[in-house]
Nanobody, 121 residues
Framework: VQLQASGGGLVQAGGSLRLSCAASGRAFRRYAVAWFRRAPGLEREFVAT????????YYADSVKDRFTIFRDNDKSAVYLQMNSLKPEDSAVYLC???????????????WGQGTQVTVSS
């Protein structure tokens, strides 16, 4: 499945952004989808994941209660609503598809190009 992330930008601390991950190719609804992020000089960090039917979600502790992941299988899209953003949330955000909603990089075979999120203090 091919993935394309969008929706990033520059926002002040405390603000909100909604990222989108649009999919094409094989049946999107068969896949769990996750968001990861990569800050300069650091490894990819798990952010959130959602099961193929949207019934199960997991979040990194650092974003819990601030970020929400949800999907619309009819539109072949997954979204990440980010509220109360902090400067430490600044990173390139990537979406990825895999068979199970597991918070590990290795669980996801298909990756999209990222979208930059910058949070100013």
């Amino acid at each position: 499945v091919q993935l394309q992330a969008s929706g990033g930008g520059l926002v002040q601390a405390g603000g909100s952004l909604r990222l989108s991950c649009a999919a094409s190719g094989r049946a999107f609804r068969r896949y769990a989808v996750a968001w990861f992020r990569r800050a300069p000089g650091l490894e990819r960090e798990f952010v959130a994941t959602i099961s193929k039917n949207g019934g199960t979600t997991y979040y990194a502790d650092s974003v819990k209660d601030r970020f929400t992941i949800f999907r619309d299988n009819d539109k072949s899209a997954v979204y990440l609503q980010m509220n109360s953003l902090k400067p430490e949330d600044s990173a390139v955000y990537l979406c990825a598809a895999g068979l199970s909603p597991i918070p590990l990089v290795g669980a996801y075979a298909d990756w999209g190009q990222g979208t930059q999120v910058t949070v100013s203090s």
